[in-house]
């Protein structure tokens, strides 16, 4: 099953999984109405691997069985790898037109990092690399979906986990023997839940080094979503049933957000990557910077959502007549410059592609791409910013599709047409904008890339603490060595 199509995906999907949606169990996530239409549009994911056109383009022959697997497991030996990979996640961008966030190939390629770094995983208990190694083939030849979750309850962030009043709220190992190791608490944030094969869960920081107490909370793993005592609540459906004129985004794209709950779940030893190690926990992001490799996968997606909202942007100025106007087509260029700019980073990356120490293949380069972390936030945000401020009132103004084709079907066309559209799709058009940025799917989509990355101050403090100021300062002293002394003389002098 080393490429799975559309219907083997959601074959998959019906296998006893503990899904909770508004207060009951989901019995199949593939029928339920608030879910199928998001499983839907994954299984047309799947498919695109056997679309004619496209077989070559999104799979490599695995070197262990000789079928073809996706390329989002492709270890990366040459520029020419990663630019292939890229490939791959464009189609697969393109066909969500940026908007879902976490298709199979994201986690796919941090598996896949994960296994280039696995001699750092192995470094106390060599079992463990050999575990990475194993799973990452496992998971390539069974085409698997997996969600990932990493975060702790908010219970109290002023606090360390193990300082909370009860021991089990973040995941802790509540013991181990010859079997695996039993676990117990919940974890967050379980995007893409319902629909996906396997959950993995890295070892998480901060633990603090020197507290005996915190190795209850330093483990990482990867068990299939159905298995006993693993159970998920997810947030409430976007999708509410509705006409996909009027929620074009949100009744096709919903890929759910949900918490995952351990109940003294099993995780068997062939499954655990890190165990107690805190002192892998806690240099990972640095030791195994998996998000290197992870980032382009992302970039590729930024790059399609961005692609999309320049034609919405685009598409509303000349529908209502506005693209005459100088600061109008000035915010129409500053949306084409982020996207460009995405574009430029990634290329910068991918041009400064090398290998690194303890990691086999080649890395992207990691400052375009620190960069696009820490900047992508606020450089979305103002693209949603620039959207409602070209449609203004008018994304509030938007009859649904019974509305269009009710009695006062001559009145709407008259009064909602725009200066080149039918009123019918001028208002499709609008509410499309308004739900890719204002209703609840399109306000996640607005908080899920603000902390996608993490807290973006936390990334930008650790960035202070890390960069080479070498040459920065270099700079200044040579020039102080060299103008230093008569720039005071000079200074005497006027006095």
Same mark, same amino acid.
Request: charged share 20%; no cysteine.
């Given at each position: 099953m080393a490429l799975r199509n559309g219907k083997q995906y959601l074959e998959g999907l019906r296998d006893g999984r503990e899904i909770w949606l508004d207060g009951k169990r989901v019995e199949d996530v593939t029928t339920h109405p608030k879910l199928r239409r998001m499983a839907q549009t994954q299984a047309a994911l799947y498919d695109l691997q056997h679309e004619p056109g496209l077989q070559g383009k999104m799979s490599f022959t695995s070197p262990s +069985?000789?079928?073809?697997? +996706? #390329? +989002?497991? #492709?270890?990366?030996? +040459? /520029? =020419? =790898?990663?630019?292939?990979?890229? /490939? !791959?996640?464009?189609?697969? !961008?393109? !066909? !969500?037109?940026?908007? #879902?966030g976490r298709t199979p190939d994201y986690v796919n390629v941090i598996v896949t990092a994960m296994r280039q770094m696995a001699d750092l995983y192995g470094r106390e208990d060599p079992r463990f690399a050999e575990n990475i190694i194993s799973y990452y083939e496992y998971v390539r030849e069974n085409d698997l979906c997996l969600t990932h979750t990493f975060g702790h309850p908010q219970v109290n962030r002023s606090l360390a986990v193990a300082e909370l009043p009860d021991p089990y709220v973040a995941v802790g190992i509540v013991s181990h023997s010859n079997e695996g190791v039993v676990v117990r608490g919940a974890k967050l944030l379980a995007t893409l839940a319902p629909f996906s094969d396997e959950i993995y869960s890295p070892v998480y920081r901060p633990l603090r080094p020197d507290a005996e107490e915190d190795k209850k909370y330093c483990i990482g793993f990867s068990i299939p979503v159905n298995t006993p005592g693993l159970k998920f609540i997810c947030r409430e459906s976007y999708d509410t049933g509705n006409s996909l004129y009027d929620y074009p985004l949100s009744g096709q794209f919903d890929e759910m957000d949900a918490l995952a709950i351990f109940d003294d779940v099993l995780i068997p030893w062939e499954r655990v990557f890190a165990f107690q190690d805190i002192e892998l926990a806690n240099l990972a992001l640095q030791r195994a910077p998996l998000w290197r490799q992870y980032m382009q996968q992302v970039a590729v997606k930024n790059i399609a959502k961005l692609e999309f909202m320049l034609g919405l942007v685009h598409m509303i100025a000349e529908g209502i007549g506005i693209t005459r106007f100088d600061h109008i087509r000035e915010k129409i260029s500053e949306v084409i410059d982020t996207l460009e700019m995405v574009r430029s980073l990634l290329r910068a990356a991918e041009a400064d592609a090398a290998p690194i120490e303890g990691g086999i293949g080649l890395w992207p380069a990691p400052e375009p791409l620190n960069v696009m972390r820490h900047w992508w936030p606020d450089a979305y945000q103002r693209v949603t910013q620039i959207i409602q401020q070209l449609a203004a009132g008018g994304l509030m103004l938007t009859p649904t599709e019974h509305d269009v084709s009710g009695p006062l079907a001559e009145q709407i066309g008259k009064f909602y047409q725009g200066a080149d559209l039918e009123a019918r799709d001028r208002i499709q058009l609008f509410r499309l904008a308004w739900d890719m940025i204002g209703t609840q799917f399109g306000s996640r989509q607005t908080l899920y890339e603000r902390y996608f990355n993490g807290d973006v101050v936390q990334l930008r403090q650790r960035r202070f603490a890390s960069y080479d100021y070498t040459r920065a300062r270099a700079s200044v002293q040579g020039f102080l060595a060299k103008h230093g002394k008569s720039t005071k003389m000079a200074s005497a002098g006027d006095d």
């Open positions: +069985s000789g079928e073809p697997v +996706s #390329l +989002s497991y #492709l270890i990366p030996e +040459s /520029q =020419d =790898d990663l630019l292939r990979r890229k /490939q !791959a996640f464009e189609i697969t !961008a393109n !066909a !969500a037109h940026g908007i #879902l």
